[in-house]
């Protein structure tokens, strides 16, 4: 029997329902695994679907993370074309080592599982400030604006060391950044006063003595000149803000949907655990990437893929791959979602992996403490969901308790 399945243009994002893989994902893992894509310039470049071929690609060295010679799996203007192209030294994610672990290595000590325990006590101020804002303003609230996208800013500046009495100017350009309703120039605007505002801090950090935090630290380390500090800490933040206010907001919805999970998750610490760790698979925020080029002919599940094709992973197909976790369309904490995808894999997985499931485990244990009786101010099938985007999410998340 001949394969019908066309070739996708771009990774499939529609979605019948917010909690549902797209169903052209669902059909291409099963029949074509890895199979031809169209990307937003017309090359005709690569699709994986499965867990096994995710994994296999993204550990491989013959698959290049280099900006300049990706393309994306989705249209872009001719401007933002060039400015992907134009990437200035220090955007360490797209670099390959030996370049990219200089960088890792001057980084890693600040994302550490014990360098996270300190900053518990910060992470549970955060949490609990905005959570007294929501209670004070009352019912109805929108916990995607007034708790999810305020949290992990707050967390990452502090880690990333932006005074206290910088933090307002910061937030203000970092929400420009931010919003979708941005115009281009407005975005571009902000990207540039928060990069002078890095620059700032260097400056200021330099002439007051190494210090702990990130910034500081590398100020301080002479490794690398300011202007590439700076785009280090612009780095973090993009990588860093997105995918949590998103991974927190879809969290928090998919437990109110599914109020026996919820149960479980908050009976203890270790369950809790747990069920961030099969949020994250069932979620898969990260749905538009990762993206990898390759540097020679690599024979990949009996395709042959050519130097040069680009191939994209469709991170939420192979963390609902049937052939790595049981029942894996249904989020079920007690199931052991071990080597789950959500954070990458390789050289390049997330580093800040343990940040992210601390603020993550935080805060849903924090919002149903404060509000036990929570519940969504609108069915969940008409929030609007923001699938074009390269972080899965919805726009608000209207609740009252
Ligand atoms: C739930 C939240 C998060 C998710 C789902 C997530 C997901 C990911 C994924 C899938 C990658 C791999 C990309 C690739 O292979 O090309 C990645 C890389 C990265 N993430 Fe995260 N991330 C999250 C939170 C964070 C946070 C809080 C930070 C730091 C403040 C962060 C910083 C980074 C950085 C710097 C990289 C690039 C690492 C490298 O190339 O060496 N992420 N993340």
Known sequence: MSDTTAVPIGIPTD???????????????????????????????????????????????????????????????????????????????????????????????????????????????????????????????????????????????QVLGVPEDEHDRFVRHVSVLFDQESAAEDVAAATRAIHT?????????????????????????????????????????????ESTANMLALGLLALLEHPDQRAKALSDPDRLERAVEELLRYLSVTHIGPIRTALQDVELGGEKVKAGDSVSIALPAANRDPQQFACPAALDIDNSPVGHLAFG???????????ARHILRTSYAAVFRRFPALRLAEAAEDLEVCAAKPVLGVSRLPVVW
């Open 345 to 355: 894999y390789g050289v390049h997985q997330c580093l800040g992996q343990h940040l």
């Open 15 to 157: 979605r019948e329902r917010i909690f549902e893989l797209p169903p052209e994902l669902e059909n291409l893992r099963e029949r074509r695994p890895i199979g031809r894509m169209v990307y937003g310039d017309g090359h005709v470049g690569w699709l994986v679907t499965s867990y096994s071929l995710a994994r296999t690609v993204l550990a491989d060295s013959r698959f290049s993370s280099r900006a300049d010679l990706a393309r994306i799996p989705v249209k872009l203007s001719a401007e933002a074309e060039q400015a992907r192209k134009d990437i200035p030294p220090g955007v360490f994610h797209r670099m390959d080592p030996p370049e990219h672990t200089k960088y890792r290595r001057l980084l890693v000590g600040h994302f550490t599982v014990r360098k996270m325990e300190s900053l518990v006590p910060d992470v549970e101020r955060v949490v609990e400030d905005r959570l007294t804002a929501v209670e004070q303003a009352g019912p109805p609230a929108d916990l995607m604006r007034d708790f999810a996208k305020v949290v992990p800013l707050h967390v990452v500046s």
């Open 197 to 241: 505002q890095f620059l700032e801090f260097v400056d200021s950090k330099k002439r007051a003595g190494a210090q702990e935090d990130v910034l500081g630290h590398l100020a301080g380390s002479g490794e690398l000149p300011d202007e590439e500090v700076a785009t280090v800490g612009m780095v973090l933040l993009t990588a860093g803000y």
